[in-house]
């Protein structure tokens, strides 16, 4: 009978899961193109992002995104906010920026796995920093970092049920309900585990296949 509040949960972390690995795969390409400028100023400042990110429990940045960051934004934004649902974008936001900062130094690592000779000769061709940087390095560089990035992956899924701790209704959060509802402790989180391990096992069959894919097109 509370099957539905399952799928409601499972629907949310899905949906969590989703946004927050986009906005922060998005993030961690526009960083590791800036960091990639030798600029000192934006290489300091992208360096302490990430190492706040790498050195702050996930749950404290939940928190300051929530209850820090919301308390300074101006009333009306706020407004606008909360009718989108300030829970879920908060958790989108804090989740996305934590995952950036992990994937802009897998993606670092696969930049530097790359020749000199490769932008040289994307310069040479005509094309811009940007343009060298989109058409040419990082398309090798994600594919070096893939192994790295599929699990940051498996860690942003896993991740997702924080966002219980500010109110997201996701799938812990609708365990800990069902849970006080019926006090069948075993049973309720014994379900949720099995999802969790099935998500799990269907990214890494998924990043699998991807990897097998590259692999045969090298060839």
């Known amino acids: 009978e509370y099957g ?7 629907r949310m972390t899905l949906l969590l899961f989703a946004m927050a ?5 998005a993030l961690a390409a526009i960083l590791t193109v800036l960091r990639a ?9 992208i360096a302490a992002y990430v190492e706040y ?23 009306r934004l706020n407004l606008v906010i909360n ?18 900062a992990y994937m802009s130094e897998d993606f670092r690592s696969g930049l530097r796995a790359i020749p000199v000779t490769q932008m040289e000769a994307a310069r040479a061709m005509g094309l811009s920093y940007f343009g060298a940087m989109r ?25 997702t049920s924080l966002a219980a701790a500010i109110g997201v209704g996701e799938l812990t ?21 099995v999802i969790y391990v099935a998500g799990c096992s269907f990214l890494m069959w998924g990043g699998e296949k991807i990897a097998t ?7």
């Open 4 to 10: 539905h509040l399952v799928l409601l949960g499972l």
């Open 83 to 100: 009718d989108y649902g300030a829970e879920i974008v908060f958790a989108t936001l804090a989740l996305g920026c934590n995952k950036a």
């Open 213 to 219: 894919r590259y692999r045969l097109r090298t060839k």
């Open 135 to 159: 058409w040419v390095i990082l398309p090798q560089a994600w594919r070096l970092a893939l192994p790295a990035l599929m699990g940051q992956t498996l860690l942003l899924f896993k991740m």
């Open 21 to 25: 690995w986009l906005f922060g795969m």
């Open 53 to 75: 990110h790498r050195n702050v429990p996930a749950l404290i940045q939940l928190f300051v995104w929530y209850f820090g960051v919301a308390a300074l934004l101006p009333y």
């Open 173 to 193: 959060y609708q365990a800990r309900h069902i849970e006080h509802l019926t006090f069948r402790i075993f049973e309720t989180f014994g379900v949720v585990t």
């Open 37 to 45: 400028l030798e600029i000192k100023p934006v290489a300091w400042l």
